[in-house]
């Protein structure tokens, strides 16, 4: 009985004498040698048939047929009707495969028995003989239908595949005189059997002139057949798995005229290499023009150009005389098609780095949008700009090395000095303007009066126009008041605190209603009947002194603070029953034999709970015998971390309490609790009285809280006080939290992007219970450049695209919480709506001038997100420059600070932007990198934690502690 090979190879060859040895002789190098090889010779004309004998003649495993098919298909079949191995190869008579080809394979058929094929990575040939890059669809191995169903994935001679199967399966189709092979693994995929991949480039397609694979008018014709077949049943396979009966699912990997579009890319772009007439642009209608998709458009157009004009990628740029119109006429066609010129722009862009990234740059080259040049970094030269090039991809070289790579946007001539500048950055070719108005740089800027034609000229230019459509607006420039600043604590000197601190009048917002409900509490606690002489102690201002005196005899009304004083006494001129005085309570003797003393909201301040004891001891010897002592103040969380309190440094209501009550003769008879503070009232004690139970009332705060009172309370206590963690804990990475929209309701394709006001709030008080502080970007750049470890537990919370909610729902809770923000605004639509989301919904409205100028004065922070959020990536230089310096100017005309801080719209950047955005005044930047932000990080380039409106608190929590650990 005859030998069944474990492998049959077929090899369809028509006149094939210059190649067909090599493929042949690739088959005798195997290390696996259970193979036979049936070489169908297709009506061949020159020696092919003699090549074959000889083989024949040389080992019986080769075996040869004669066939009339005149295409690769019939010859094929030829094969097949004829091979008695388990599995089949099908091998051109061009091209050849790895010696360990068969070895793999069936090795990892061997580790996957239900398999029904297995693939394998491939590489194309030029005819110079130089290779492509590897390449592998992993997607064939997860989804190997859907896969085919939309391209041919695999070359013909990557594959080892089930004998049996091909042979139920018809064998190829011979209708097809291109993409037969494509059609056949696409039958195969729909037995819903499993695909093996080995990830190695074990085969190697050879390109030439005379392929079919150029002629992309069959190729068109013949795809638009095979992928229609994959989205409708096929009658030709008998038994699909269910899931592809009625053939591929449009939400697994697009529609089928998307599908083709891609495939008459591919063949467009070849056209162009080849320098054939190219295809009808509205075949790619049906393209992606979204920016996620611009890299993979510009890959497949790459691709067809390396095939078209038989280049490697490393060898395109240096021909780019040769097809660079056309490929830019194509790209640019693609933008009227999708009526995007934007679009096409980021494709354009993308093609030409990908050029460059593989060229050596042996001579320049002028690609339609980048020059790629070497550049000598010990004696640069002037570059002359070409028309159109707006990008430079330079290799700095120093003895005859790649020292670096820079890329950067460009507007006009790169003079020698602005090469110095980028070779050597730490020799600032001018002042450092970032930390100044837009408009003060511009002055700046002039004063050097750059060569109108440099890159620095036309970016003044660009800086003159910008401000001069800025101070044309018609938005008022005056800057709003600076906020308050926090007090310094007291050195020792009280007085002189105590006056700087009544130097702005009102400072406790004395008639707010939650202060007045606290006063109204004390009234309540007052001791029954007649009260005599009563002594308040740091009367401030008066406002409480001027309720209490119709309650009394007489009252002595006191301060610290001469300033205060005065100002208590006018506004009490009408009491006649109260006398005003100067008196440090600490240090001066108190009066004696008193009724009754006030003394709230201001022991706080003492040194420490020795002082506290000793002057509870002066204050209980103040009063007569059966006299009163009322306290009123607030919880803190020193006393108490686990409670809802105020987050001092200091002691609060309940150590007071505790001391007054140690206090010897002191006593307490009523105190009156909120969840906030605690009102005591204490009494002396006769030498013949006897204490009794106090009574404690517990009441609800009724009273709005205002933001003032509220940014210092933590509610439910804290699990970290903020001073703890800044004494012990340093780190070297921030959490940057990227927000956009806080709101109850949206769009629900924009869920992701939208958490709501609860939500929002939960999360920031989780942030303020666990001592996180926020800092500014501008802060964290200067951590980075001094290398300096950050201190506590730092967060920088910032907002993209400045929408209306962001000062309805989002800046009253980080108030609250006593945190802050920073707003990237897209300054040409502030008032306006958020048209870019306008495909999802209706469009969020955007906050206007006039709020940013209010939300600036009370502490928000605001950055740039460019003026018309378009991506960057889309942009020309000039119009990135002129945005760059447009939001910047319009953002510090309305705020009156510095602008120094962007956030890439959509988050996308490209190697322009870092460069430009400096020159252009910034020194902080977030585009699309995802993660913790240290201090190895580029200020230019930070990462971003997105924080996403689909998930829970309990998610936030954990990507948070994550950069904590």
């Known amino acids: 009985m005859a030998h069944n090979p474990l492998v049959s190879i077929v090899v369809p060859a028509h006149n094939a004498e210059a190649t067909l040895a090599r493929a042949l002789d690739c088959l005798l190098d195997q290390e696996i040698v259970d193979w036979e090889a049936i070489i169908v010779d297709d009506a061949s004309t020159d020696r092919t048939p003699a090549i074959i004998a000889g083989y024949v003649e040389r080992d019986a495993r080769f075996r040869t047929l004669s066939s009339c098919a005149h295409s690769a298909a019939g010859a094929r079949n030829s094969g097949i009707s004829t091979a008695r191995g388990h599995w089949l190869m099908f091998l051109d008579a061009d091209d050849w495969v790895d010696a360990g080809f068969l070895a793999k394979m069936l090795a990892a058929l061997k580790t996957a028995p239900a398999a029904v094929a297995a693939y394998c990575g491939s590489r194309r040939a030029m005819p ?19 896969t085919f169903a939309r391209q041919c994935a695999i070359a013909t001679h990557a594959l080892l595949v089930d004998r049996e199967t091909i042979v139920g399966l018809g064998g190829f189709d011979v209708s097809l005189r291109t993409c037969e092979d494509w059609d056949l693994w696409q039958r195969l995929a729909r037995l819903g059997k499993n695909w093996v991949m080995v990830d190695e480039p074990l085969a190697f397609y050879r390109i030439s002139p005379e392929a079919l694979s150029r002629n992309s008018t069959q190729m068109l014709a013949d795809a638009e057949i095979v992928i229609a077949r994959g989205f409708s049943p096929d009658p030709r396979v008998k038994h699909p798995a269910s899931a592809h009966a009625n053939g591929a699912i449009e939400a697994n990997g697009g529609t089928a005229s998307e599908a083709l579009a891609w495939f008459a890319l591919w063949n467009a772009a070849s056209d162009c290499g080849s320098g054939s007439g190219s295809i009808d642009p509205q075949l790619l209608r049906a393209l992606p023009a979204g920016r996620k998709w611009a890299r993979e458009i510009a890959k497949v157009a790459v691709d067809g150009l390396a095939v078209g004009s038989l280049s490697v990628p490393a060898q395109l740029a240096a021909r780019w005389d040769r097809f660079g119109g056309a490929i830019t006429g194509l790209i640019t066609e693609l933008g009227n ?12 862009y993308h ?90 740089a511009l002055l700046t800027t002039a004063e050097r009066q750059p060569d109108p034609d440099s890159h620095f000229g036309k970016l003044a230019r660009l800086a003159t126009q910008a401000w001069e459509l800025v101070r044309s607006s018609a938005e008022p420039a005056e800057p709003p008041a600076a906020p308050r600043r926090a007090r310094a604590r007291h050195d020792k000197d009280r007085t002189s605190f105590w006056n700087g601190y009544f130097a ?51 009252l002595t009304a006191t301060d610290i603070s001469a300033i205060a004083v005065g100002r208590a006494r006018a506004r009490c001129s009408d009491q006649p029953n109260i006398e005003f005085g100067v008196l440090d309570f600490s240090a001066d003797t108190l009066p004696g034999e008193m009724d009754l003393i006030f003394c709230s909201e201001v022991l706080y301040y003492l040194d420490d709970l020795a002082e506290l004891r000793r002057i509870a001891k002066k204050f209980a010897e103040a009063l007569a015998p059966g006299g009163s002592f009322i306290s009123a103040h607030a919880f803190v969380l020193r006393d108490n971390v686990e409670r809802t309190g105020f987050d001092w440094n200091t002691f609060g209501a309940q150590a007071i309490a505790e001391t007054l009550a140690a206090t010897e003769g002191l006593v307490l008879e009523q105190s009156i609790q909120t969840e906030l503070y605690r009102i005591d009232r204490f009494r002396r004690l006769s030498p013949d009285d006897v204490a009794t139970e106090p009574m404690i009332d517990h009441v609800p705060i009724r009273a709005p809280i205002g933001i003032g009172v509220a940014r210092n309370i933590v509610w439910g206590g804290a699990r970290a006080l903020r001073r703890d963690v800044a004494r012990s804990e340093r780190r070297q990475r921030i959490p940057v939290l990227m927000y956009h929209s806080v709101a109850d309701e949206g769009p629900a394709a924009l869920a992701r992007f939208r958490l709501t006001p609860a939500a929002f709030a939960s999360q920031m008080a989780w942030l303020r219970a666990n001592g996180f502080h926020a800092v500014r970007s501008e802060q964290l750049e200067e951590s980075i450049a001094n290398r300096q ?24 809770t980080l108030r609250a919480n006593d945190l802050t923000a920073e707003v990237f605004l897209v300054t040409d639509l502030v008032g306006e ?16 001038a006039g709020t940013v100028r209010r939300l600036s004065a009370e502490g928000a922070l605001f950055g740039s997100h460019l003026a018309t959020h378009r991506a960057i990536d889309g942009l020309s230089s000039s119009d990135l420059a002129s945005e760059l310096l447009r939001s910047r100017m319009f953002i510090e005309r309305w705020t009156g600070r510095p602008t120094t801080a962007l956030a890439a719209p959509f988050s996308v950047t490209d190697r322009r932007l870092g460069r430009l955005a400096r020159e252009c005044g910034y020194r902080v930047g977030f585009g699309g990198r995802h993660g913790p932000a240290d201090l190895d990080c580029d200020p230019l380039d930070l990462p971003r934690i997105e924080i996403r409106g689909d998930r829970s608190l309990d998610d936030f929590v954990a990507v948070v502690e994550a950069v904590l650990d």
């Open 351 to 440: 093609l030409e780095q990908m050029l460059l990234d593989v060229d050596d740059l042996a001579a320049p080259r002028r690609l339609a949008r980048t020059l790629g040049i070497r550049v000598d970094a010990r004696n640069p030269t002037s570059t002359e700009l070409p028309q159109g090039v707006d990008q430079i991809y330079a290799y700095l070289m120093v003895d005859g090395q790649i020292e670096t790579i820079v890329q950067f946007g460009v507007l006009g001539t790169v003079t020698r000095d602005h090469w110095i500048e980028l070779i050597e950055p730490q020799k600032d070719a001018g002042a450092d303007t970032s930390n100044t108005l837009a408009a003060e």
């Open 128 to 146: 110079d003989d130089e290779l492509t890059p590897p390449s592998i669809s992993t997607e064939v191995a997860t989804q190997p239908f859907e």
């Open 337 to 348: 098609v999708w009526d995007n010129l934007a679009a096409a722009r980021r494709v354009q």
């Open 833 to 848: 709506s958020a048209q870019w989301d306008a495909d999802s919904g209706p469009p969020t409205q955007l906050m206007d």
């Open 789 to 812: 470890p950050f201190v506590g537990r730092p967060v920088l919370i910032t907002f993209d695209d400045g929408f209306q909610n962001f000062a309805d729902h989002a800046w009253p």
């Open 504 to 554: 702005t009048e009102d400072p406790w917002n004395y008639g707010s209603s939650y202060e007045q409900e606290k006063y109204e509490r004390q009234l309540e606690i007052l001791p029954a009947g007649p009260i005599g002489r009563v002594l308040e102690l740091a009367c401030a201002e008066g406002h409480f002194t001027r309720q209490l005196a119709p309650r009394v005899g007489h």
